[in-house]
């Protein structure tokens, strides 16, 4: 059975530092380019970060970029999500997606609220 299952979110005030972690099993993680999608709500899905299988790619989104860093464990089945200097459009549900070629899945989802 697979299972991405998310954690780390909560309410952060603005400036302040959250990690989110995605926990993965029922499949071969090590094979999977894995990423991080948010939905603020009453918008769209954003895709924030992706990092390949073996980590030699990634990128970020404008909105993010030099505030939060994207790593994984290939060891740990688990992926990461580094997120400094949170701002109050940085408020949505947080969700990890797993893709390789035609498969792809995607974890339940963690909240993510910045605010004073």
């Known amino acids: 059975q697979v299972q991405l299952v998310e954690s780390g979110g909560g309410l952060a005030q603005p400036g302040g530092s959250l990690r989110l972690s995605c926990a993965a099993s029922g499949f071969t993680f090590s094979d999977y380019s894995m990423s991080w999608g948010r939905q603020a709500p009453g918008k769209g899905l954003e895709w924030v970060s992706g990092?390949?299988?073996?980590?030699?790619?990634?990128w970020y989104a404008d909105s993010v970029k030099g505030r939060f860093t994207i790593s994984r464990d290939n060891t740990k089945n688990t992926l990461y999500l580094q997120m400094n200097s949170l701002e109050p459009e940085d408020t949505a549900v947080y969700y990890c997606n797993a893709k390789w070629g035609p498969r792809e899945y995607w974890g339940q989802g963690t909240q993510v609220t910045v605010s004073s």
């Open positions: 990092i390949f299988s073996d980590s030699s790619n990634i």
